[in-house]
């Protein structure tokens, strides 16, 4: 851990945890990477709904070409911070409002049903846009996290379906097709989401020339594989931007764009608590914590034991003996009244005491923003933003 993050994590007094602490200079340094290894014609959407955090955004605003958002809501808060930045605007389900909220001013809508491009004309008005056609293609990604495509699901069109909104397209001049849009699932390493986009621009491309379109653009989706039970071990940018950039040579003229989440906002945040309580049960230690899954759902979400540091607190105030357990595995709880409140299972701890503290990695996605915060009605964490002015080396 770096040391500013440490010394954020000791910083908060008992009763200001749980904090998130985000560490706005990892998002920066880790954003500029992936920028960095990508090609430059292939356009970087953050996906907002992963962190939509204003700090956060505002950071990712200098590294990214847009953002991709999935509600009416993500829209007018994406769009008051970035008047003039590109905003793509996708997902199932969208009202009629929303999608009057899109004529306004995104510049892609990714169109999910035929019913939703019906829809569209009646709030259109005068005004014209931009539309992508979100596609359910038949391809499979491989074991997965999260598919969302190549199966049955409610999002995007079947091939199929796609010549009906060709016909609604050609009579209404105000729709103007500029490609596909195909995000299949969440959870795909570099290799498999090389060869899935290497799929998917050869259907594509197959796809448009049968039908006599001028495919300008193809949105490949986001979905990059992030790995909580080896926070080490990272999406693999630069050999994907390598293979893209060997990929794209083949499609001259098209514009291909991706719209991560998960991958560029998890490894910023840390979710930090300290222990209430070490308890035994039937032979097992549990852990206690401050704070639980109302913060951090993403554990019980994804069934995963979130990755976490011990940082040791020595000083125990208090008369009788210390709760601890020691070289044995501990089941790390929350003060929720369900056996489902558990942050990591049975992981093995050298030691574990009441009153030491916990941080939590890889909390910066899908984690605070997706969680059950009113449930048992305990108070919210306090959020710290590890500044990008160079914080006093105090350092515990
Ligand atoms: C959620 C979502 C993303 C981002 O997925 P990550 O796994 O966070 O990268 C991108 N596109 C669409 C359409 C999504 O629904």
Redesign the pocket.
Known sequence: MNPDVLAHINGPAPHDLPAYVYDLRDLREHARTIRAALPERVELLY?A??NSDPRLLRVLGDHVDGF?V?SGGELTHVRNLFPDMPIAF??PGKTPAELAQAAEGVSRL?VESEHELHLLTTVLGDRSIDILLRVNLPLTPGPVALA?GGCPSPFGLEPAQLDDCLAVIAADPRLRLRGLHV?LA??IQAPGHLDLAEDILKWARGWANSRHIDLTEVNI????GVDYAHPDQRFDWASFGTGLHRLLRRYQGLTVRI?????ITVYCGWYVTEVLDVKRSHGEAFAVLRGGTHHLRTPAAKQHNQPFQIIPVDTWPRPWPRPEARREPVTLVGQLCTPKDVLARRVPVRQLRSGDRIAFAMAG?YAWNISHHDFLMHPAPSVHHLDEAPVPANVP
Do not use: D, V
């Open positions: 996906a709904k992963a991709e999935a996708g997902g990714h969302m995000h969440s959870g989706g986001g979905g990059m719209e991560p989440g998960r991958s996605a």
